[in-house]
């Protein structure tokens, strides 16, 4: 083995090379970062060459990558092509069919948002993997009855997302229902075209459903009753089915296998439904409930007693809730994890103290919007629920630093807290500071944080990944410093309107190698330098919102062409760019897929015209004045169209500088 | 006769014929095709006449008028060696072809061209069987009138075949002399004769020098009117006792006048209401009071009024007064739609799909409606016109799916369906009309065109005999020996293997099943 491994620099590697290729894939499954993987490729072959023979998973960024992927890895049984750029039909089959003719043992095959494949390209694919049991497809938009139809050839599908594939059918989900009978998990949602006929053929054709999506669909009663014949029917998603109530509820009854119920929205949905379905479903754990009950009713609470044993997530958002409902929720319902009270009016520190006294065990509270809480709340909440992970505490305008400091105190499970519009101070983050777990901080329009409390999230709190600054207008460059420093995690980032942050900031910042999104909105002081030192740092940048950045020049969009190969999602609206910066950008970004370009009034049409010229293949999603279709050819915007790409056009004046 | 008459251009002159030739073609409720005929052997040798191959073959097998009354075991059994003979020959041919496709792709017109003369093939081998079967007939010991299933057997045979018989549609030269004298039987005897009356004047028409020839080789519509016979005033419920009810029965004139008040008492029509309130003062003094002649008042006195029931004023038909299972006809429009459905030329003509005709232009209003655009398609190639009719059928069949509109675009198994398809359809058209019968039991089906036969007798009734026999005619629908199970539509390739080897295991006597089915159904 190890004599066609080069002679390693360091004797360890050459250890490496000399144990056998499955103990050092053994060794690389322990290994779960990507990027301590890629060191370990880049360290030896012998890892390299374990890897590609072991790995199971890919998640190529660019349709060129498809086929050395498919070929270096035999073994691969997950693809994720939701990211891969410019893929279409012909180079997915070609990809495929390069796969040097043996069978792919690919089980789960990811193409949400992938519009540039359609029925050939599914067909390609089938025919290829004949072993595919999962394809996600979901926001296909253009996505119908064909697809599907090539889709069904799979006999083998247990899984179908196909959320927002706005063409499907009745037909089409009856190509599927009888091309994959053992389909065990399916998602139609925002299918609107699928009704009762399509449903109930579904349910006579896959017995082994065992979740099934039908959220906003036109859909009635009728399609309940169907859907009750699925003996193994777990999980069911109702979500905004306005012609739903509470006789389909009823229908739902028969059996005692649903586990999760989720009617949230269903405007015709009460209490009674709810309890009639609770009454024979014993064995119920989540009931998602949100914005659908006019008022919660005795009938219900009563009811909750049958299934406190069970039930873990009951989310209640926007009802009428009072002390005396949440008391009788938290007598029920002993083994809560989650509870949803968002936008619920009624919910006081009395309502959330007898809730918590009685549920130890809850880990997610949201109370967004609930404008009653004070810091009671969150003392009872930190003497009863020490296991407690999430508060969504946005809105709670009563809340300040001591209630946060018995939060922290009490609660050293904490990993995301969102106290977007409480008006917290820095003292609070230096309380917050002390949740070493702490993953996710929303922190926006909290205009009195200052610098000196991102210093002590900085000093701490070193596993961070979210953090939003959004409208924290008293940040300046140290406190991103600080921030930087200690937060080396940090992968999605919001600095919108913060405008006292310049060049240097970005400098800092460009020490986070994991950000992925950046957004950076209004950021009026910072330049062509300050991107330029973003684009050289953060690699791994996907999505980048330069929105009313009006010192950004062409600089910062040639460091962007030049080094962020990887960004996914650009907004330059209103950019001080001109038409020679954006071809650049266009032509060499090959991740690119959407792109947001309102009111670049130093571009000229032929500067348009040329730089989507050069990306058609790829964008899927673009924004553009409404002034310009009218003025850009049209055989350019049939090209776009045929790729799958969807232009949103501004109904703003064209202004022209250039 | 006067040659004018074979032109047809007298309207009153067919009338008089179809009146004695299809006088005993409705024996039943039911049966509204026109032109079913009581035997066999004239209509399957004109069928033969017309495909040359196997004119000599259809001659051969033709039942002499001897050999009809008494069973003779012989010509059976060298039917069945020839049968069998041609089975394999066909089969070979499948096969070749079958191992064609697996070297080189499929889908050369050569392939396509090779179907079709095994579609011929085997539909010309599906005559034989049924003209050997039918050649049993004859030899039951029960006289044919008495037995239902006997007359149903015999006028479904002839149908498949039935252009000699419809009303000279096609030329069915040595029908006379084919004729076998098998009047023992009281229900042939009569029908015999009326045949024999009437075959001068239909030579005559033969012979002219447009034997309307255009309507003859058009495909016979008569689905759609089946569907619609329900609303003929078929009340199978109301089982009024024979002379509970008064039975009026309006001359044909009447009928087809464009009337829309008749007298309920004489049964007049008129165009206008008062023209016929003048007209009831002649029916006594009560009707000359103010009161009447004023704009009539509804319910006034309709209470006492006698039950009033109507009469088909055509000799034979069942809802004539005449007929021994008289069934009665509830109301004037029901009597003008029955009549005009099945006793009159169909003259309204789809001009979306130039197909189908229609006697009752409501009808063709109503297939106009569903006509093209709004069919819904089975993979099997069953078309239906309600969305929920095929879910409901791809439910009840294993491996049917929806079929997606026909594009260009869609290469690969779509279109090789569509190639095996077309001389099928072809071949279903000119084999003619199915039997299909009456609408009862087959509403909720909903099918549509000829070949909604196999709707017509529920899925659930087919006895393999006719599931093969309407495998010919309708491709795509993977019909295997057991009724219930069908096999995916994807596997086009050995479709036509699996045909021809069901073709051949078929049992003649499989008809009697079908016979009984079809009897089921008409009751």
Redesign the interface.
Known sequence: MSQDGKPSSAGAVAGVDALSQDLLAHALAGVHDPRDRKSCRLASRAFARAEAASRRSARPLRCEALPRVLRAFPSLTSLDLSACAGLDDASLAAALSSAGGTELGVRRVSLARASGVGWRGL?AMVAACPRLEAVDLSHCVAAG??EM?AL??AAGLRELVMDKCLGVT??GL??VA??CPGLDRLSVKWCREISD??I??LA??CPNLRSVDISYLKVSNESLRSLSTLEKLEEIALVGCMFIDDGGLRMLCAGNSLQSIDVSRCHHVTSQGLASLIDSQRFIQKINAGDSLHEIESCFLSKLSTIGETLTVLRLDGLEIFASNLQAIGDSCKNLAEIGLSKCNGVTDDGIASLVVHCGYLRTIDVTCCHLLTNDALAVIAENCRMVECLRLESCPFINEKGLERIATHCSHLKEIDLTDCRINDEALQHLASCSELEILKLGLCSSISDKGLVYIGSNCAKLVELDLYRCSAITDEGLAAVAQGCKKIRMLNLCYCTQITDAGLKHLSTLEELTNLEMRCLVRITGIGITSIAIGCTSLIELDLKRCYSVDDAGLWALSRYSQNLRQLTISYCQVTGLGLCHLLGSLRSLQDLKMVHLSWVSIEGFEMSLRAACGRLKKLKLLGGLRSVLSPELLQTLQACGCRVRWVDKPLVYKG | MASGTATNADPDQQTVRSNSVEQFYFPRPGQSLPGIPPFFGPPSSSLYLANDNEAKVGNQLEPNPSQSTDWDPQAIVSNLTFLEQKIKQVKDVVQSMSNRENQVASGSCEVAAKQQLITADLTSIIIQLITTAGSLLPSMKNPLSSNPAVRQLSNTLGSPMGFGMNANQRPSVDSKTDIPDIGKASGYEELINSLNTTQDERDELIKGPNPCGGEGSEPTPMEDHDVKESDDGDHEGENLPPGSYVVLQLEKEEILAPHTHFCLICGKGFKRDANLRMHMRGHGDEYKTAAALAKPTRDSGSDHAPVTRYSCPFVGCKRNKEHKKFQPLKTILCVKNHYKRSHCDKSYTCSRCNTKKFSVIADLKTHEKHCGRDKWLCSCGTTFSRKDKLFGHVALFQGHTPALPMDDVKVSEASEQQQGSEPMNEISRSMGCFPCSSSDGISNLDMKMADDVRGYYSPMSFDPCFGALDDFTRPGFDISEDPFSFLPSGCTSNNETSRVNKGSNVPPLGLWKWTETLSDFSH
Do not use: M, T
Request: hydrophobic fraction near 45%.
């Open positions: 067909e009855d064909r139809a069904a050839a009745d037909v009856a190509k009888v091309g006929i399509g109930e053929l006579k054709k």
